[in-house]
């Protein structure tokens, strides 16, 4: 406590009768830090005071009315003061304490005395400023807590060590866990490792004092979940330059992601879709005189089929002729039959040609559905025939699946549904990819065979598509992932996990959902629940 | 006409794929026309200008111009002429455009023999009613 004073230099007023007061000296001596300045009048104290800073005002009372009215002033503006009062009696001094005056001394107190009362006076001013501004610095704490608690992002503070020191409720819900299992643990658990290296943005911050702004980090939750994040950090760093932590803030990418993702998938599908319209198109051409060919070509069997038979016939009557040289045309011509087997060659081209024709017709149902399927949406919803919708899906995927499925078609009578046919065929697709590839794992190479079910139902306003396997299942927990992006349990390169969260966003897109049910070890059902729409049940 | 009646029907089929030409030929080979056969637009119109064609069977996609160019051209110079355009392409014309140029009706391709014959008859049914 050898600074009294509240400022750099403790400035006490001194007002009195006397020029140059006996205490002064004295208190001066004791008060060493203290700057004592003498001042002839009360409207001098108060310039003073408005001039410098003021610590503290000693006034005699023998100044008359005056001294009354400066106590008054100078408590009005919190600057203490101490009152030398003539009388020395108890009333007085309790009336000057009344009227604001912080100490009361009798008039001949010595400079010692003086000097201690001041001294007093100072360190409780001083008491009470602290207190004021410890106060409004709490004030300021608290309402940066509220600013950083009610914060839309994720705010994450960590110590010089790497421990999470702090986290607000957003980050607690992207990392999936409360304050007390967060708060003390190593910040990096809850991170992947981010751009080169085995480290997360935070660690690489703390190491080597590294800003990030969005850069893009996964949150690995307790419960397995991953989820995208755009992530900003930066090094706190001490007055003296040590780190001591990192500050991070991040925001769950997921739905952007998402949404990305989804956008790919489309312009990767309408490409492909493109691709498939150019080589139906190509396909189309020869498809035509194929298939007209054909058609003729079992019409000129025929016609040859009718045509032998006179020939036959005309050998029957030549081979009992009179002319040997009829009877010897007659022969050859048995000889040369007998040898071309022409009864079978003749039936065996109608075969034959039959045959082709049947395979032409395939192959122009496969061409008309790639162009189905790569024929792209309208902006507009339009009435469509999910049945059929699901058909030509079906038949697009059966050539992988089939030397392992069996399917099952149950189609109910659908009303017309006002949708999106292009992105429904779509969900169908990533259905029946996802059965067949169940079923793949479950049978693996032992040449069994599983079941796929497509079953179409109305139930009033809703109509609903299911497509059922009897593959490996999903284990429960799996089953609440599934529809997660990015939640695969397909070998690298087998599937980008995208598939049934695309699908689930374009279900709800159409106010549908998409729901699933299992049992593992005997296979999965996935429905697709969709409302007719107002339009869609005035029928075709 | 005077002579319509006691002619064949004159047809003729433009594709730029000469198989397509030759099986749409053996489709109709028996049917009780006369039939006439363009690789391109061009050479249709050429046989246009010379030939009193009653029909004209012409695919859309082609080089150069598209069917339904041609039957705007044919309407222009032979608008007695019965227009039918064969197409694998049924949904990407915009009908409007169809109905512009007046074809009186639009086959798919590959086409079915029996629906083929059966509308070019209906066509030359037309005609021979017209007088």
Not at chain 1, 422 to 441: D, G, P, S, T, W
Not at chain 1, 492 to 511: D, K
Request: glycine share 8%; net charge negative.
């Amino acid at each position: 406590m050898d600074q009294p004073g509240v400022g750099d230099t403790t400035l006490v007023a001194a007002l009195g009768p006397d020029a140059s007061p006996s205490w002064l000296r004295v208190a001066g001596e004791r008060l060493r830090e203290a700057e004592i300045a003498r001042v002839g009048s009360a409207a001098e104290c108060q310039a003073l005071a408005r001039s410098r800073p003021l610590d503290a005002a000693v006034v005699d009372a023998r100044v008359g009315a005056e001294a009354e009215a400066l106590v008054a002033w100078l408590a009005a503006r919190a600057i203490p003061s101490l009152v030398l009062e003539p009388a020395g009696s108890d009333s007085a001094a309790l009336a000057w304490l009344r009227a604001g005056a912080g100490e009361c001394l009798p008039c001949g107190a010595n400079g010692e005395r003086i000097a201690l009362a001041l001294r007093r006076l100072l360190a409780r001013e001083r008491a009470r400023r602290d207190a004021l501004r410890r106060e409004a610095a709490s004030d300021v704490a608290r309402a940066h807590r509220d600013i950083v608690e009610q914060l839309n992002s994720a705010l994450l503070v960590v110590d010089a060590t790497g421990r999470i020191a702090y986290c607000n409720p957003p980050a607690e819900q992207i990392l999936g866990a409360g304050f007390e299992a967060l708060h003390g643990r190593e910040a990096s658990d809850w991170f992947e490792p981010a751009g080169e290296g085995d480290e997360t943005l935070i660690a690489r911050s703390l190491r080597s004092g590294a800003r990030f702004k969005g850069a893009e980090a996964v949150v690995t939750r307790p419960d397995g979940r991953r989820v995208p994040v755009g992530m900003s950090c930066a090094p706190i760093e001490s007055a003296d330059g040590t780190r001591s932590g990192v500050v991070a803030v991040f925001q769950d990418l997921s739905d952007v992601k998402q949404l990305r993702t989804q956008l790919l998938q489309h312009e990767k599908l309408a490409s492909i879709g493109e691709l498939a319209a150019g080589v139906a198109h190509e396909i189309n051409n020869p498809m035509g005189f194929i298939h007209a060919n054909l058609f003729q070509m079992a019409e000129y069997v025929q016609d040859l089929r009718r045509v032998f038979a006179r020939v036959e016939a005309l050998a029957q009557a030549a081979s009992k002729s009179d002319s040997a040289e009829l009877r010897e045309v007659a022969r050859a011509l048995a000889a040369e039959a007998e040898a071309v087997d022409v009864e079978f060659v003749l039936g065996d081209l109608a075969k034959a040609v039959r045959e082709s024709q049947e395979g032409s017709e395939r192959i122009r149902h496969i061409v008309q559905d790639l162009r189905d399927f790569s024929h792209p949406d309208a902006s507009e919803r339009v009435l469509a025939d999910l049945n059929q919708c699901l058909d030509s899906t079906a038949n697009i995927v059966w050539p992988m699946m089939k030397h392992a499925v069996v399917l099952e078609k149950r189609y109910a009578e659908l009303p017309v549904v006002s949708c999106f046919p292009m992105q429904l065929k779509q969900v169908f697709m990533n259905l029946l990819v996802n059965a067949y590839q169940a079923i793949e794992e479950a049978v693996g190479r032992s040449g069994e065979t599983g079941t796929i079910a497509l079953e179409t139902a109305r139930h009033g306003d809703v109509v609903r598509i299911s497509v059922r396997d009897s593959g490996v299942g999903i284990s429960a927990e799996h089953r609440e992932r599934i529809f997660d992006p990015f939640f695969t349990t397909k070998k690298v390169g087998a599937g980008t996990g995208l598939g049934l969260s695309t699908s689930f966003g374009i279900v709800q897109r159409h106010g549908g959902r998409l729901t699933v049910e299992s049992e593992p070890g005997r296979g999965s059902a996935f429905h697709v629940f969709l409302p007719v729409g107002e339009e869609g049940d005035t029928g075709e | 006409m005077s002579d319509a009646s006691a002619r064949l029907p004159l047809v003729l089929l433009v594709d730029d794929e000469p198989r397509i030409l030759s099986a749409l030929r053996r489709t109709l080979r028996r049917e009780p026309y006369e039939l006439l056969s363009a690789e391109s637009c061009a050479e249709a119109l050429r046989v246009i200008e010379s030939q009193p064609v009653d029909v004209v069977l012409s695919d859309h996609k082609m080089p150069g111009m598209t069917g339904l160019q041609l039957l705007e051209r044919v309407a222009a110079r032979r608008p007695r002429a019965i227009r039918l355009l064969i197409t694998g392409w049924t949904e990407s014309i915009p009908p409007e455009e169809i109905r512009a140029v007046g074809v009186r009706e639009v086959i798919s391709k590959p086409w079915e023999d029996a629906a083929l014959k059966e509308s070019l008859r209906r066509a030359c049914k037309d005609l021979a009613e017209r007088g």
